[in-house]
């Protein structure tokens, strides 16, 4: 299935994307925005996780990729960052943390068991996101791999969606030649996927 044509109405950019992720079938959900490095939620400046918790109700379960309740959503909440649930949506995203070490643990995780295949990649405020498929059946599991590294799949994590705009001012962005859906993200193997798990049992 092709991108969803763009709607009438003014969306912003992450919007547009959240359209055209569900339209591939990933379940999206609204977070708040990023204004002036603060975020949009009642707390501002005092909020402990800026730009990144949802403006839904039980986001894992509610989140959809039917583009009608997206739209209403995107027009109700126009300011909205954007978000979507790998481990709903038969994925898994490895999230690169660097500013607590995830440069250097993934040296360490390339070491041991070869580089990652050429997939989607987004280029995050602090870091990047390599995104996997996952073939149903596959039981995996969410896990801290190391310091920086972080498994994120199952019902119960969600990442950013390009576009979207971090504290710290950046946007979320493809890295360029890695774009959804222009490169189709690769099926993990099975094995791969726990050895992660398995490499972060070893730290």
Same mark, same amino acid.
């Given at each position: 299935?092709?991108?969803?044509? %763009?709607? @009438?109405?003014?969306?912003?950019?992450?919007?547009?994307?959240?359209?055209?992720?569900?339209?591939?079938?990933?379940?999206? $959900?609204?977070?708040?925005?990023?204004?002036?490095? +603060?975020? %949009?939620?009642?707390?501002?400046?005092?909020?402990?996780?800026?730009?990144?918790?949802?403006?839904?109700?039980?986001?894992?379960?509610?989140?959809? @990729? =039917? /583009?009608?309740? /997206?739209?209403?959503?995107?027009?109700?909440?126009?300011?909205?960052?954007?978000?979507?649930?790998?481990?709903?949506?038969?994925?898994?995203?490895? =999230?690169? =943390?660097?500013?607590?070490?995830?440069?250097?643990? $993934?040296? @360490?995780?390339?070491?041991?068991?070869? @580089?990652?295949?050429?997939?989607?990649?987004?280029?995050?405020?602090?870091?990047?996101?390599?995104?996997?498929?996952? %073939?149903?059946? =596959?039981? /995996?599991?969410?896990?801290?791999?190391?310091?920086?590294?972080?498994?994120?799949?199952? &019902?119960?994590?969600?990442?950013?969606?390009?576009?979207?705009?971090?504290?710290?001012?950046? +946007?979320?962005?493809? +890295?360029?030649?890695?774009?959804?859906? $222009?490169?189709?993200?690769?099926?993990?193997?099975?094995?791969?996927?726990? &050895? $992660? &798990?398995?490499?972060?049992?070893?730290?």
């Amino acid at each position: 299935m092709g991108r969803q044509e %763009r709607p @009438s109405q003014d969306l912003n950019p992450a919007a547009l994307e959240a359209l055209a992720f569900a339209s591939h079938g990933r379940r999206v $959900l609204p977070v708040y925005g990023i204004k002036g490095g +603060e975020c %949009r939620c009642r707390f501002g400046e005092r909020c402990d996780r800026p730009g990144k918790h949802p403006r839904i109700n039980r986001p894992y379960q509610n989140s959809t @990729s =039917d /583009i009608a309740r /997206i739209l209403k959503w995107a027009a109700a909440k126009p300011d909205s960052n954007w978000a979507w649930v790998p481990g709903r949506s038969n994925h898994a995203v490895v =999230d690169v =943390d660097q500013r607590n070490g995830g440069s250097e643990s $993934l040296l @360490s995780l390339v070491a041991e068991y070869g @580089s990652f295949p050429d997939t989607e990649t987004v280029q995050t405020g602090d870091g990047t996101h390599h995104v996997f498929k996952v %073939r149903p059946g =596959d039981q /995996i599991a969410a896990c801290q791999i190391a310091a920086g590294l972080e498994l994120k799949t199952g &019902s119960s994590s969600y990442v950013m969606i390009p576009h979207s705009r971090h504290f710290s001012g950046r +946007e979320y962005t493809y +890295e360029v030649g890695y774009e959804f859906p $222009l490169i189709d993200p690769v099926t993990c193997p099975h094995d791969r996927i726990h &050895s $992660l &798990s398995r490499f972060s049992d070893q730290l």
